[in-house]
């Protein structure tokens, strides 16, 4: 008949076991590949691999191809990928609420922050994290950093409760607390053909044809490569990765003035037409609003209002 008949009805059961494998499921999906997610598990390869097939088994379904052609996802597992993270978003919700009715705070706070904050001294957010442990002794952080781009994703998808990042648009899930302004110029590398030549030697004429690395996909920096007529070579994620393609000396790239500072004064890097070309960028502390009510992040957005206002 027409009909594919599953092999094995799945038959609804989720327990510790399955929540277990689902998130490791996740896990080997957003790393890309079971060799990929050996380090954030913390498992060979072929551990990974049985516990997979267990899933497949318990499911009844075939969830991903692997082999000479590399790791992806069937329709099937496509589907299940999807539904594992509405699963995964929804205990997150359940443990919100069941933390909120209890007293005192308890738990672990996710926190995600943009690669470049680290340079950004004396912020409202270290005094935020510093109030906050102190009051609530028993609460444990964990921090991850990525790009703008994966921070804001996972608030989206309540992997993290706060994350600290560039918010390129409004999102309607996304609730943002603006914490300061982050000033960015336009910088070459000590090879460059540029860096000889005084800022007074220079105009926005001379950019023009110049290789640029450009940060994630920031709309501000896309205008500026198509007011100056730059060429667009290369895309970097992260800063560090936009520093080292100046570094090279073959690219122009922007960066936040406080993170090129350290290579400026080594006198590795310079700002080119400091006083034209400035791109600015806000800083946001965002929470997904589904859950920003919970005590845990209710009360450390409420401290890092409190510490920028102070």
Known sequence: SGMNWPHRLFTGEIGDAEIKLLRIFRTVVDCGGFSAAEVELGASKSAISKQMNDLEIRLGMRLCNRGRSGFSLTPEGER??????????SLEIFRSQ????????????????????????????????????GKHKDVGLRVISGS??????????????????????????ISALTLFEEVSHLYCGAGHALWPIADSGIEIADLSGRAFVQHGYSE??????????????AISHVTEGVLFLILSGSYLGFLPTHFAQIWEERGEIRP???????????????????????????????????????
């Open 272 to 310: 080119i037409l400091a006083g034209d070309v400035v791109k600015k960028t806000k800083l946001s502390a965002i929470a997904n609003r589904r859950i920003v009510k919970n005590a845990l992040i209710g009360s450390f957005l409420g401290e890092i209002a409190r510490q920028q206002q102070g």
């Open 148 to 173: 703008s781009a994966e921070i804001t994703r996972a608030v989206q998808e309540m992997r993290i409760h706060v994350g600290v990042t560039v918010l390129e648009s409004e999102h309607p899930d």
């Open 98 to 133: 069941i933390n909120d009715t209890m007293a005192g705070l308890t738990g672990t706070l996710y926190i995600g922050l943009v690669d470049t904050i680290v340079t950004q001294s004396g912020s409202a957010l270290h005094r935020a994290i510093s109030a906050y442990c």
């Open 80 to 89: 299940a990928y999807a539904a594992t993270n509405q699963l995964l978003a």
């Open 220 to 233: 501000a920096e896309r205008s500026y490569v198509d007011r100056m007529n730059m060429s667009l070579k």
